[in-house]
């Protein structure tokens, strides 16, 4: 298993759209609509931001969506803010039970 | 809301045990179709799937760390441990437990602050 590929870094403006991709194989993303998000500020423990590749949680704002084609899912924020500048994760199942993190992705917010 | 809380030691020697343990609270860890898992991550990278547990005590392990872990729960206490032997430097991580929405989703929705475990002599 190797780990799902992000770009190192992403920047944008405030107000802004950005997109963040993560590419995995025909054995994790792209079998399974079961890939997640998580936005991770730093000394912070990672918090849920989209799960089944594009299911919100409550309280999540609506700035938030994903996507997949493919191999390749994709988190898009809008109306950038400066909040937002964090890392983040994308999470694949992988099959046989388990499950794959990318490497991750800084968001810095210009 | 369900909160968790990770608590051990936060230096191991290398060769030796690294033991972790996980209490639930806001819930029983019995309730629900809730798995509990273990996830690290080494200092300015990415996050490492360790583990994950039922509350029946079936398992499944990270195939790159199987032969190396243990993860364990006892519900009376509504807690659960993990156990990762012969340690050395790389293990080196802030270990995360979270509860774990497999076979619903698979996603975590609740983590632990973390706990940051050195390995060194």
């Known amino acids: 298993q190797s780990a799902l590929t992000q770009p190192a870094s992403v920047s944008g403006s405030p107000g802004q759209s950005i997109t963040i991709s993560c590419t995995g194989t025909?054995?994790?993303?792209?079998?399974?609509?079961?890939v997640s998000w998580y936005q991770q500020h730093p000394g912070k423990a990672p918090k849920l931001m989209i799960s089944?590749?594009?299911k919100r949680p409550s309280g999540v704002s609506n700035r938030f969506s994903g996507s997949k084609s493919g191999n390749t899912a994709s988190l898009t924020i809008s109306g950038l803010q400066a909040e937002d500048e964090a890392d983040y994760y994308c999470?694949?199942?992988?099959?046989?039970?388990?499950?794959?993190f990318g490497g991750g992705t800084k968001l810095t917010v210009l | 809301q369900v909160q968790l809380q990770e608590s051990g030691p936060g230096l191991v020697k290398p060769s030796q045990t690294l033991s972790l343990t996980c209490t639930v609270s806001g819930g029983s860890i019995s309730s629900g179709t809730y798995y509990w898992s273990w996830i690290r991550q080494p200092a300015g990278k990415g996050l490492e799937w360790i583990g994950r547990?039922?509350?029946?005590?079936?398992?499944t392990y990270n195939p790159s760390l199987k032969s190396r872990v243990t993860i364990s729960i006892d519900t009376s206490k509504n807690q659960f441990s993990l156990r990762l032997n012969s340690v050395t430097a790389a293990d080196t991580a802030v270990y995360y437990c979270?509860?774990?929405?497999?076979?619903?989703?698979?996603?975590?929705?609740?983590w632990g602050q973390g706990t940051l475990v050195t390995v060194s002599p």
């Open positions: 979270a509860r774990d929405h497999y076979g619903s989703g698979t996603y975590f929705p609740f």
């Open positions: 089944e590749v594009n």
């Open positions: 999470c694949s199942y992988a099959g046989s039970s388990t499950v794959i």
């Open positions: 025909s054995s994790d993303v792209g079998s399974y609509n079961l």
């Open positions: 547990i039922y509350p029946s005590g079936s398992t």
